[in-house]
Every structure is written in structure tokens, then in C-alpha cells.
């Protein structure tokens, strides 16, 4: 992935070039970024060490969409990159706390 922006179904991801990629998920086709979402720590360019992930679009986030954050967060561990999820609403962010996530979490909390 060289420096730019790649739109996959349901995600917009940014690579700055500098071993940060940014990722943005999209409200209305959430599902299918989460499906993307899931590999996608495994196809990152070698010398990115911190993914950051914005949720702001997440209104709602299932048991599906929490698990798919554990599988990432799992493999970012793996390969030693940074994981950081941002801007997640009021209850995305307690979901988030309760369920193993705390750590990765940034940004103030959206009401």
C-alpha cells in the first residue's frame, strides 16, 4: 500500500507514509467493512506499526462488530503494530470498555 487513500466496500483507508494507516468505517455499509476489516492487519504494508481505527460511524456496535475488534486487536498484537480505535459514541465506548478493548481506546467520547 504506498502513501494514499484506498476505499474498500464499507472502509476508507489512508496510508500517510509515515507507519501509520488510518481506517474509517462506513455507516451505511458497516457490515461489509467489518468483513474487510478482519483481514485487513494481515495485508499491511511491512513498517506500518500503529492502525488506527475510526468508529464514529458505528452507532451501534454488535457482538459481531466487538468480536471483529478482539480478531484484530489479536493480530495487531501478533505483528507488533499499535492498534488504536477512535472517536467510538457513548454506548459503542462502554461496549468497548466492558469487553476487553479498554486499552486500545482514544479520543474523547462522542454523546
Known amino acids: 500500500m504506498s502513501a494514499g487513500v484506498i476505499g474498500l466496500i464499507g472502509l476508507r483507508v489512508s ?3 509515515d507507519g501509520t494507516v488510518s481506517v474509517a468505517l462506513d455507516g451505511a455499509h458497516l457490515a461489509q467493512g467489518l468483513v474487510e476489516l478482519r483481514c485487513l492487519p494481515t495485508v499491511l504494508p511491512g513498517g506500518t506499526d500503529t492502525l488506527r481505527i475510526d468508529l464514529r460511524a458505528a452507532d451501534h456496535l454488535s457482538s459481531i462488530s466487538v468480536a471483529t475488534l478482539l480478531r484484530v486487536k489479536r493480530v495487531c498484537v501478533a505483528r507488533r503494530i499499535h ?6 459514541t457513548g454506548r459503542g465506548h462502554g461496549r468497548l470498555v466492558r469487553e476487553g478493548l479498554r486499552d ?7 454523546r
Open 83 to 88: 492498534l488504536v480505535l477512535e472517536r467510538p
Open 104 to 110: 486500545v481506546l482514544e479520543s474523547a467520547v462522542r
Open 15 to 17: 496510508d500517510d507514509g
